[in-house]
């Protein structure tokens, strides 16, 4: 079939498997020109199929020649109807990893569920007997707690009172006023128990008690600060109490798996588009202010830069993984230096939806969130008819 993007507001409908299957080999060819980085060999990335996590899981195979087993929720293609993106991302990075003689293996289903954890430590102990790096990267709204059986779910609000200030519709360009009410009742609970560090930590007491994890293995989780623009609606916001959560997490991990010196960290990555940070208001005028300035500055980068930096420079450097007072990677560290932040600062006063294109990086947004679903690759013939089932061959 020929497969075109088509749209629901902030959500995309359709993915192409061949833009999925560019954008992996763009990634990969990216880790390989850096070098190799002596880094782990046997490898978990939980939420492996987009953005951070898919990054991670290049990183360490193409990086550092390492086994991968990826764990992901994603929606297998039908006749007549496309595969979600990550799952045309999982299948172009399997044939790349065998092609490359790498072992990769992938469970499809909820992380979150005892089940899930099941089957995969069970596939690591028959595959690779232990792992020595995990990679959390979940980034679901919805999460089926597996000991209660209730369904949370996260919000993105404002703590005490109502937010108010600038957004942008990067379909169009219109930069418009937008008010978000403050959140109610259990909504901070709720975003807590979606996306806050409790999945992370169960996954690393399942991993112990069946004895898969080597000693001296790390573990790392990704999140976000962002600037004082998007504080009262991110970091001081419901979102905000979930990533404090998951932060003071690594400390109880780190702790608890002491004896196994095993270490947990966070690591606090850039601002990029993502399905997520499209729905959420400011951010993407925030982001499109942002590109253009890094970029200009010679320091923008993509996920798959994000974590090889963060790999060849922070994790894996034969010295102590340098973090800040609160004990965090920083790899948003270009993101947040004092001069780029003043300048989005500066720019933010002046954007309107007559100068946006000129202030801003809207065009870069757009192209960016088209990538996601496998569309605007350059290279690849959108007018060509496609296989839309293509199988992710090693699924469990």
């Known amino acids: 079939m020929i497969i075109e993007p088509r749209m629901r507001g902030f959500i995309c409908l359709t993915a192409h498997p061949t833009g999925a299957e560019q954008n992996v080999k763009n990634q990969i060819e990216y880790v390989k020109s850096k070098g190799p980085i002596n880094g782990a060999k046997k490898v978990l990335v939980i939420g492996a199929s987009t953005g951070f996590g898919l990054s991670s899981r290049i990183t360490s195979a193409f990086g550092s020649d390492a086994a991968t087993i990826g764990v992901f929720f994603e929606k297998a293609p039908s006749e007549g109807k496309p595969g979600s993106p990550g799952w045309y991302n999982s299948a172009a990075f399997e044939s790349e990893a065998n092609k490359a003689g790498l072992y990769a293996k992938s469970i499809n289903g909820d992380a979150f569920s005892k089940e899930i954890k099941e089957q995969t430590i069970n596939l690591i102990k028959e595959d690779l007997g232990k792992v020595d790096l995990v990679i959390y990267s979940l980034a679901s709204p919805v999460r089926t707690h597996p000991e209660t059986g209730v369904t949370h779910r996260s919000v993105l609000k404002p703590i005490g009172g109502t937010f108010s200030n600038k957004t942008v519709d990067f379909h169009t360009g219109k930069v418009t006023e937008i008010s978000i009410e403050p959140c109610k009742d259990d909504d901070i609970e709720n975003t807590v128990a979606v996306m806050g560090g409790e999945d992370w930590a169960m996954w690393m007491d399942a991993l112990k008690a069946a004895d898969v994890l080597e000693d001296g293995a790390l573990t790392v989780a990704y999140s976000y600060i962002g600037p004082a623009l998007t504080e009262p609606v991110y970091r001081k916001g419901t979102i905000g109490r979930a990533k404090d959560h998951l932060e003071a997490t690594a400390f109880e991990i780190t702790d608890k798996l002491k004896d196994l010196n095993v270490k947990a960290y966070v690591s606090v990555n850039k601002a990029l588009v993502t399905q997520a940070s499209s729905a959420i208001p400011v951010i ?106 293509v199988p992710v061959k090693s699924l469990q």
Do not use: C
């Open 284 to 389: 993407p005028l925030y982001i499109s202010l942002l590109y253009k300035i890094m970029k200009e500055a010679g320091i923008h980068e993509g996920t798959i830069e994000q974590m090889q930096r963060l790999y060849a420079e922070r994790l894996y450097t034969g010295g102590d993984i340098p973090v800040d007072e609160k004990g965090r990677i920083r790899i948003d560290d270009w993101e947040m230096r004092d001069d780029i932040q003043q300048k989005v600062a500066e720019l933010w006063e002046q954007a309107t939806t007559e100068n946006l294109e000129q202030l801003g990086d809207l065009e870069g947004y757009r192209k960016d969130f088209y990538n996601l679903f496998g569309f605007d690759y350059e290279g690849v013939d959108y007018k060509a008819d496609v296989n839309e089932v």
